[in-house]
């Protein structure tokens, strides 16, 4: 598995609200055998999750999401003494779910019964920090002795609050929630900023907006920010198809439909679709399996995603959750990927690099890894 089967999954033509364009994805049947509900955390949505040896994660965690399996409809069974996850996800009223306390265990964490707890979004990120965290694996001379008894550790990156993505949360209330809808490809300014789905339309209409909860690259944010409305791309059925009976309007209406999806899937959603991933495995859960991903980083200028997929035995996805890296992010992946297959020895990589030692020290440098050489290298 190196690549996202989006397959049963169906583009509708898109929603725009000023420089964001959210595209539902539509599937004709739900997925069977899976449901997510939403598990909410209290405070301020600092967390703090226990990696065991390898440290902690701290973050914005807002809430969780619990992938259940099982085939049982109703409340999660209560566990150890502790509230679990409560069913539905409504953002306020008496069916809400109920907050449970932090700091949370372990970033997938197994609940009663077939159910797994696990931190949307924050599986792939923990994943891009955790590259090569451990640093050098040879003491070549121009290591730093904290990077070699420590590695990248703390390692950190920037991130926006999806409320913060300017003219988000208002296209998340104002645009309809299509008949079968189970997710939704978020653009600003026409880029791919996520993508969302989910198994279920009823897991959708309830997660519809925790969107704005979400975390968001910085090229996302200032494309919103700095960006100009994007155009709509309205529907048109000319007079000179010839068009005299319903059924005639319905055949070229879906004609529309059809040429919107092979648009979608071959402008807008390229570089998302058509990308080789390297897939790690989180868990599994009978004949599905969570998995984080991680893009090859290569510096062709198309935009790159990390994230989260939950795949049926045909591999195809059930659930799908991105986060778009920004040029920064990239190049340190590209640079960190380069140096751990150049056994961390510069001038290996130097020359995997197509550039001088000298030139490499300065990237390293420039991408805030200052900390892994000598003073004065």
Known sequence: MNRLELTGLTARPSQVWGGVRLVPLVREAPVEGLRLHREVYEGLGAGIVELGPRGRYVSYIPHGLVADWSGEDGPAPEAAGRQSAAYGTQFGGGGAPRAVP???HRLAN??????????PLHLALEGYLALHFGGPSTAWEEWSRTALRDGLSPRAEDAYLGRSVRGLADALRIFEIHPGQCGAMVYVSDALAAAFVVPHPD?????HASLVEDLCGELVHQYALYGAPVPRMPVRIRGEEHIRTLGELRSAARAQERAWEEAHDTLFARDLLDTSYAFDRVYRMKSFTLWRFLPPFVRDGGGQHIGETITDHRGQVAYLKTF?????QIRRGHLLRTLAGADWELDRAAAALGSSREELIRRLRAAGFSALLKGGV
């Open 102 to 104: 932090l700091p949370h």
């Open 203 to 207: 897991d959708y209409r309830l997660l």
């Open 110 to 119: 197994r609940r009663p019964g077939d159910r797994l707890r696990f931190l």
């Open 324 to 328: 778009r890296l920004s040029d920064p």
